[in-house]
């Protein structure tokens, strides 16, 4: 979308798209290959990043209620055995511990997978009351699912996310809550600070998360037209609670079992980000979520340019810009240009001594092709607005694309078809089961069942009035 | 030092302090052993505490130019086996990945006892020219340590902790920003925030970290008398840059070895805030960190004075005090506020019926014994104030503490019996290695050096001239 000399820097977004990705993660510094096969190295700038995804996301998890807590990252192998289904879903991608302390262990500890089985033992013993209830608990951590065809931010042997795990007295409030983490966490943010826009709706039976009688996804339209799971939330009905016991005594003394939910969310967010936003010139960050919203170049290193670069910096700075200087000498202009639009810094301003003899400044949007030139003395009001601008403009383009390469069909090989370069819209009427396994013969899968309107469903009840979303997926 | 009604609910704080303490962890509901023998389940109370600290160490490190990043968990055993110094360091405590992915391993992997092998070989390969120094890394994340005698938060399998890796073009430069790290992040941090008077000074040559050429530390003495080592700073001179060939080309072309520093600092500092403020009623949490710093509580349950309190709540947020309100019906009044001296809160507002008709508020200081009151309007100009002298008697009263308790001595035998009860101080020379030797007999160790002004040494020659303060410690 830029023209820029980044070009040939990359490999081609349109043709590579898999290569591209890899280049942007190496070129803009986000992240390394770690040592052990699988695992990674997330760079400073690519961290900057997730620690802004975190601290948004747990504001917005604290606002519902929950509080954060700590558990152990080894598990007693004998835990996972506790509930059948969960073992089946994640044994072969276990990491297990069998010597410590110089000596072999008489019971072997795992990675955690997830930390699901302790809060359901630790649920069990902290819920005694009604008046313990809804119990709202959410970790962030690292997990370990040992990979064998890794990808940086999208599949890694570890990762970092945020697991949400709550128990409630009656089946309604758990719904309830679900939803609201849903909508309220993921979709918003997902939305609003990552304008990544995001298609909201519930798994089909089929896709649903084990032990789960609801899950709830936000899927996002990569570059390639491909799916990703950006989020999930699950209702877990009783099954969870009676595996764990997790049971509490109401007003009237009765005891009865709990009703949980768990949700999540990772750094897969990253890969997210990368794939949604990039182009041909690098990565793109929503202003919202940039470490650094304007990058102010230096063109020359004499003091006069530097002192003024320097200045607009201070002055971004005192109306809420996160703002950096770029005065150094060496690279020359044109590769630092290149560095900047391939980080994705949402405003290159540029300030050299002839924009100076003006009283100027170039103004690049990385979301644009053209350059603008404002008065230095603009600058400080019109940034801010700048920025807005550049993030609805994101979100918009995604739009753009979410829409013009989803399209309804009326059969199962026109949706496969369809989603050989983006999604395709099916009654599950039409689909069905039998449709699922179809697909899936060509990895097509159903990404999630929406009500007519785009709605995300309530109950299950209504499946043959959905529509699926079918697509590719990473 | 409180007159309350939880004396009987703890252990004595005086007479049996490792029983007292496992009392705090438990009553105040900060943390839980784990399933696995030696780790940890950080609460909802305790971790909020954390999260405090670490936005607020967090924010100091970024203050000095650090930048973020991961790195995974898991290591290649050979990797260890890089520095020497460094295995037979931790050897005994690693815990070996054997098998993941349904397989034996054809390399085990070892969880990071710490990343500073994983820094090591990326410093080298990031590190290429001088304008990439200093190179500025920290890491938030868990690491494990086999442990056979674990403690909750002081000595535990796995632990939350940073550690902060860096590189330098010349010695002057690492010594100057390992000092500005213990001094600006740590000592101002334990001191201002935390309200813990420490200690500053660097270790003796038998105390220094493996493979440092300085170490420095913050020392605490805790409630018992002990000393409590909170966090640690070291110069490795060139060693470290020399094992993973940290090299840097200077102005001149010329292949030079970078100076490196290291330093850390973990969820121990959960146990030192524990030990050093607590008293017989409990935790008490200076304001500063504390989640919550007023807890306003509704003597009756009735709608006025729920609502009454319930607006005192909003006022003090207004002004920017962190208030909770307490309107739960059961348990009793007098149940409620042994809770809340349990779990240390700085403030607690009682309101009541009578209060009310009096519009006013009863105020008691969980660092005083009695109870004041106040006009209800009053409250919010009144409550920053009270908050603020909170946290300065906190740091004054462990400081008379460190004082009371930190006698001069001129012989060994003097050291060891005033180390019974407390620090002593002795001047190196008179002590020596052959006096550690002594002292270590009967399990007291120097905490740190210091100069005759209680100063930190800057250098290692001036060893005659230091003094050491000797203690038991944890």
Redesign the interface.
Known sequence: MTTSGAAGVLASWRDDFPRWYQDVLEKAQLA?N???RG??????YA??I??RMQADVDARIKATGA??????????QS?LEREAEHVEGF????????????KELTE??V?RPTSET?FG??MSKWVQSH?DLPML?NQW??V?R?E?RPRLFLRT??F?WQEGHTAHATAEDAAEYARRIHLEVYRDFLQNTLAIPVLVGVKSPRERFAGAVNTMTCEGMMGDGKALQLATSHELGQNFARAFDITYTDAAGTERICWTTSWGASTRMMGGLIMSHGDQAGLRVPPRIAPIQVVVIAVKDDERTVGAASAVVDELAEVGVRARLDA?S?PGFGRRVVDWELKGVPVRIEVGPRDLDAQQATIARRDQPSKTVLPLDALRTAVPGILDAIQDELLEQGRRRLNANTVDVASIADAAAAAATGFARIPYATLGEHGEDQLAASAVTVRCLQTADGGVPVRDDELAELFAIVARSY
């Open positions: 390394d770690g040592p052990v695992t990674m190295v997330i760079r400073p961290y900057a997730w620690e509080e954060n807590v700590y558990l152990p990252l080894f598990i007693p835990y044994s072969p991608e276990l990491a297990v511990v069998t010597h410590a302390g110089g072997p500890v990675v302790v033992e630790l008046r608990l951590s690292n370990v040992w064998l042997t570890e970092l150094r060496t």
